[in-house]
């Protein structure tokens, strides 16, 4: 990955990000997320029936930044993916908005039947697959998206390369990752990233409410 976003790196820039990920946690808290469950419990195992913390923050950056064309990799029960579309609080901009989530599970369909949920697309297959690249480009048309959500494989190379297929793919203006603090390989992806964008890597742990596992958000260009 490099950095050819022509983003000018500096201070304003980190500033921009703090601020209005600050305003965005604040909106998202604000937005009814009651029926956006995490589901399944990865680590430590249970089930989640209630909106995870970070799912606020989620909201509120779609809401703040008015965010229309969304890529999410690891759907897992689709709590994140129904978050980000109830940051859509008016009928005009989510009949503007397309909005899309890959997994290699296929959870909780049932939700995903209900409105606003069905304008979400889904995509069941392996998001690393050549195939399941080039079906999310053609649904976005080839076009520029406004944010790629990487929550799936918590390894360097796994995260790495969903990064690497999907940012040149749909050249996003937000990459949010999760989880960069999870263990020592996403660290290590986190340090790299920072190291590529410099001030337009915000690491957004402590605004998200993500506790101890960590989240960044990445701007990738200006508009
Ligand atoms: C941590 S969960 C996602 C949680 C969800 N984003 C949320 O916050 O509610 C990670 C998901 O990534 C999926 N996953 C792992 N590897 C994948 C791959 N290669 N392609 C697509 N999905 C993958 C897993 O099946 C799992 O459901």
Request: with cysteine; net charge negative.
């Amino acid at each position: 990955m490099n950095n050819s976003s022509g983003v000018a790196p500096s201070p304003e820039v980190a500033r921009f990000l703090r601020e209005n990920c600050a305003i965005a946690r604040k909106k998202g808290e604000a937005i009814n997320l009651d029926d956006c469950c995490y589901g399944k419990i990865h680590r430590g195992g249970g089930f989640a029936e209630q909106p995870s913390n970070y799912y606020y923050f989620l909201a509120g950056i779609v809401n703040h930044f008015e965010l229309k064309r969304v890529f999410e990799v690891g759907t897992h029960y689709g709590g994140s993916i129904r978050s980000m579309i109830r940051g859509l609080t008016d009928q005009k901009s989510r009949d503007e908005s397309l909005y899309a989530t890959a997994d290699v599970t296929f959870y909780n369909a049932e939700a995903f039947g209900h409105y606003p949920d069905t304008l979400i697309r889904r995509f069941h297959g392996d998001a690393g697959a050549a195939e399941e690249v080039e079906k999310v480009k053609k649904l976005f048309g080839g076009e520029p998206i406004d944010m790629l959500y990487v929550d799936a494989i918590h390894s360097y190379d796994g995260t790495a390369l969903h990064v690497n297929l999907y940012a040149n793919a749909l050249r996003p203006r937000f990459l949010v990752l999760d989880d960069i603090h999870l263990n020592h390989e996403m660290e290590r992806l986190w340090n790299d990233m920072v190291k590529i964008f410099g001030d337009q890597a915000y690491d957004a742990t402590e605004i998200s409410g993500r506790g101890e596992s960590g989240f960044g958000v990445i701007l990738m260009r200006n508009s």
